[in-house]
């Protein structure tokens, strides 16, 4: 016969250690849900209060059950810190934008000397204006350039005299300067960090070094090519030129993955959505199609303008709802992507050529030789006046960007380039994971790179929903 195990008894718990295990789920609870900071440290202090005077007899107790409500009040301190900074532009109202002191003046009329002289030097310092044309001849523009994905390097390149250079803006020192011989350079893009940049020439599309301005390849599938935009996520480089065809070109494994031909003649206006990565391309013909490389057809075809599209750009802000175009019919119109309605359209003085939107959803409008930029533009139907403006006399503007976390809009013309002072239109907190203004500091910069390549976003699910 078997004999039946006897149940051991259980041991009493200890009523001081039960009492504590139940005020600290109590203590959890606060700690997880949304509260007033305030009232938890009054609950966390009473506590300890609570236990000092009961653990009197067993110091050991006393002084842990101490130390864990000192770091938890530090850690709620900490997290308050925080949640303070993310949200420190969300509760001011202005946004840290120019505000004026009275109704009568008005921000458009500040000057970039006032600024200047209102801000420190090193703030200051990044304000500045290069000419870049020959003294002597003449020779020179217009001018095109791409910062990087944390606003640190900037790509210039030279469209006529076929130059190309890279400047540091941390330190505001040229890395080097390099011409070709019988030449003409269209566009040029970085691609996921500082050391590689593509450059559309004449005939082909060049990769070159970041560091030494070399050449390291030579894309021979992409031909006349007009604009560039890289997909940071997919590590793919997107091209569109003069023969029409829009192809995806894997910078990882160095093959084209997808072409696709738009059948709408060239094609010199392209941009991307930064949240779902679809390409959006602008015809002669005042049409605009978007496409995603899975798809031989496009996703989206509308007839935006009574004339060729000039100029297309996202609004990171809004996460990727509004969509601005602009044509050689004079008009401007911001679109609401969701259901692709216009939300805001007026007529300017003088066809746009380029428009781009800022971090915190300003946008410039680079017109003749005026830039202008709008606050607030995409939240109202009626147009408001210009936040800032900037003249350039005797030139025409080429192409607008702003810099990334930086309160800067760079202005490429035809005699060189400016970087003007905005305040408000660069976004505060960085990504340390993406592009990270201290990328080129951190450790493990290798390691990064070859992770970001094995966990990229396969083509296949760049798709946009309706």
Not at 12 to 29: G, I, R, S
Not at 70 to 95: C, F, M, R, W, Y
Not at 159 to 174: D, H, R
Request: charge should be positive; hydrophobic fraction near 35%.
């Amino acid at each position: 016969m078997t004999k039946k195990k006897q149940e051991q008894p259980k041991k009493p718990k200890d009523p001081e250690l039960q009492e504590y295990q139940v005020n600290q789920e109590q203590t959890n609870k606060y700690l997880d849900s949304s509260h007033n900071p305030a009232a938890t440290k009054k609950l966390i202090r009473n506590e300890a209060n609570d236990w000092k005077k009961a653990t009197q007899n067993n110091k050991k107790l006393s002084n842990h059950l101490a130390g864990i409500a000192k770091s938890k009040l530090k850690s709620i301190e900490k997290a308050q810190e925080h949640d303070n900074l993310l949200l420190l532009n969300q509760n001011q109202t202005n946004g840290n934008l120019l505000e004026p002191e009275n109704k009568l003046e008005k921000t458009w009329k500040f000057k970039q000397s006032d600024i200047k002289s209102s801000t420190n030097l090193h703030n200051s310092l990044k304000s500045f204006n290069l000419n870049l044309k020959d003294p002597n001849s003449g020779i020179g523009g217009p001018f095109k350039f791409d910062y990087n994905r944390n606003g640190n390097f900037l790509a210039l390149i030279d469209q006529k005299v076929a130059k190309y250079s890279n400047i540091n803006l941390k330190s505001l020192n040229l890395i080097f300067e390099i011409g070709l011989l019988n030449e003409h350079l269209r566009a040029v893009k970085w691609l996921h960090n500082q050391s590689f940049m593509a450059i559309a020439q004449k005939r082909y599309v060049y990769i070159y070094d970041g560091h030494q301005g070399s050449e390291l390849h030579q894309l021979r599938g992409h031909v006349e090519v007009t604009q560039m935009e890289f997909l940071p996520y997919h590590f793919l480089l997107t091209t569109v030129g003069l023969p029409g065809w829009l192809k995806y070109h894997d910078t990882s494994t160095g093959q084209i993955v997808a072409q696709h031909a738009t059948k709408l003649g060239s094609c010199h206006t392209m941009t991307q959505n930064p949240f779902n990565s679809i390409i959006n391309l602008g015809h002669q013909n005042g049409t605009v199609t978007l496409w995603s490389p899975s798809v031989n057809q496009p996703l989206v075809k509308f007839l935006a303008h009574l004339g060729p599209v000039t100029s297309l750009s996202v609004d990171p802000s809004s996460s990727g709802n509004l969509l601005t175009t602009t044509g050689l019919d004079g008009s401007l119109k911001i679109w609401d992507t969701r259901n692709w309605k216009t939300l805001t359209s007026w007529t300017l003085k003088k066809p746009a050529k380029t428009t781009a939107w800022s971090q915190k959803g300003l946008l410039a409008v680079g017109w003749g030789a005026h830039v202008s930029v709008y606050s607030d533009i995409g939240k109202s139907e009626s147009k408001k006046g210009a936040y800032m403006n900037q003249l350039f006399p005797s030139q025409e503007v080429e192409q607008v960007q702003f810099c990334p976390f930086e309160d800067l809009l760079g202005v490429s013309h035809s005699s060189g380039f400016s970087q003007l002072i905005i305040s408000g239109s660069g976004e505060a907190n960085f990504d340390s994971l993406g592009s990270s203004i201290h990328s080129k500091l951190r450790p493990g910069k290798k390691e990064r790179e070859v992770h970001n390549v094995a966990v990229r976003t396969p083509l296949g699910l760049i798709t946009k929903a309706f």
